[in-house]
C-alpha cells in the first residue's frame, strides 16, 4: 500500500482504506482540512461544497465532483436556511466514513447516528446552533440578499467561514482520528 494509505476503524465493521493527503508532515491533518475547506469557501464554494470537497480524496471524488453533490445543501438546504451547510458536508463526509452497508443492521445504523449527533452537539456548543438562519442571526422567513458578495466584510460579518472550519475540524476529531497506519 502506499505510504499515506490509512484505516479507519469503525463500529461493526473490517477496516476501510482511505487517503491522507496531508502535504506537511508536521502539520496536523485536521488543521490541514480546515484549511482546505477555508480555501475552497474563500473561492466561492458553498459551505456544504467546501466541507465535502475538503475529503474529496477519502470519498473517492475529484473535487469537482464533490463540490457538485454538496452544492444543493449550501445555505441550510437551498438557501432556505434550516440545517447549517457545514453541518451538512460534514455529515455526508461522516456517512461516508462510518457507511452501513447493510440497512437491516440497526447495531451500525445506531452507531453512525450517534457518531454524528456527537458530532453535531460538539458544532452546536461551539457555534451556537446548527441552523443556518440562527448562526445569521435571522428570523424565520427573513432572507439575506443571495448570493452575497464575498469580501473581506463578508467573511468578517458572517460566521460561515469559521463554521466551515470547524466541521472539518470535527471530522478530524471524532472519525479521521482513529485511523491507524498501514504498511
Known amino acids: 500500500m502506499a505510504e499515506n494509505m490509512q484505516t479507519i476503524n469503525s463500529p461493526e465493521q473490517n477496516e476501510q482504506p482511505c487517503q491522507n493527503t496531508g502535504t506537511d508532515p508536521e502539520c496536523p491533518k485536521s488543521i490541514q482540512r480546515a484549511d482546505e475547506t477555508e480555501r475552497l469557501f474563500r473561492q466561492g464554494y458553498s459551505c456544504s461544497s467546501s466541507v465535502f470537497a475538503a475529503f474529496a480524496d477519502i470519498v473517492g471524488m475529484t473535487t469537482e ?4 453533490v454538496a452544492c444543493p445543501f449550501g445555505a ?9 451547510g457545514a453541518v451538512s458536508g460534514m455529515t455526508m463526509v461522516a456517512g461516508y466514513l462510518l457507511e452501513n452497508p447493510d440497512p437491516s443492521n440497526q447495531t451500525c445504523k445506531k452507531a453512525v447516528y450517534n457518531e454524528v449527533k456527537t458530532m453535531c452537539q460538539a458544532f452546536e456548543e461551539t457555534e451556537g446552533s ?6 445569521l442571526g435571522l428570523k424565520k422567513g427573513e432572507t439575506l440578499a443571495e448570493p452575497a458578495i464575498r469580501d473581506e466584510e463578508y467573511y468578517r460579518s458572517r460566521p460561515c467561514l469559521r463554521a466551515c472550519r470547524r466541521a472539518a475540524q470535527l471530522i478530524d476529531q471524532h472519525i479521521l482520528s482513529r485511523k491507524t497506519t498501514t504498511p
Open 65 to 68: 465532483q464533490a463540490t457538485k
Open 130 to 135: 446548527l441552523i443556518c438562519r440562527e448562526l
Open 76 to 84: 441550510g438546504v437551498g438557501g432556505i436556511r434550516e440545517v447549517c
